[in-house]
């Protein structure tokens, strides 16, 4: 296929996908309204107190990094970001057991507010444990519960 036909059938495909201008004026921006359109058997235009009827999520507890800050890692300050060798690995009740590298707590580099939740949805997690929240997750994996040990350590201690 030559590259003018294959050019033209692209074009092609992208204006059959493309909406068409009708379809974005017909639903105009309303401040304090959320439209949800699409392959969905309701179409609806969903207002401040539409969403907070939905099911709320909220989880409370400190960030992971005070929780090892407060036991002080080992940091070698002779070596330029000794801390980016550094991770913490939850262990939960089961032996479920995720890692959180410390580059992605610390706010000199990814700054992700990882929790070590104490409650969740206005619940206390006292007879569970505390969980491992990281936000940003897609599947929830490191979301560990019932943590019952946190491991702070250095790559190399592991690749000696």
Not at 18 to 41: D, W
Not at 109 to 136: K, M
Not at 144 to 153: F, M, N, P, Q
């Amino acid at each position: 296929m030559t590259r003018g036909i294959l050019a033209l059938l692209v074009v092609a495909v992208l204006a059959l996908l493309a909406p068409s201008a009708s379809a974005v004026v017909r639903h105009p921006a309303q401040p304090g309204k959320v439209v949800v359109t699409g392959e969905i058997a309701h179409r609806r235009a969903l207002n401040f107190a539409d969403l907070r009827a939905l099911p709320q999520h909220t989880c409370t507890g400190p960030l992971l990094l005070d929780v090892a800050g407060a036991v002080k890692p080992r940091f070698d300050a002779a070596v330029k970001n000794d801390q980016l060798r550094f991770f913490v690995a939850a262990t939960a009740s089961d032996g479920y057991r995720a890692i959180v590298s410390w580059a992605e707590i610390d706010p000199g580099f990814a700054g992700t507010p990882v929790l070590l939740a104490v409650s969740e949805d206005g619940a206390t997690l006292d007879q569970t444990g505390p969980r491992l929240v990281v936000p940003g997750d897609v599947k929830g994996g490191r979301y560990v519960s019932a943590v019952t040990r946190l491991h702070i350590g250095s790559v190399d201690r592991l690749v000696r």
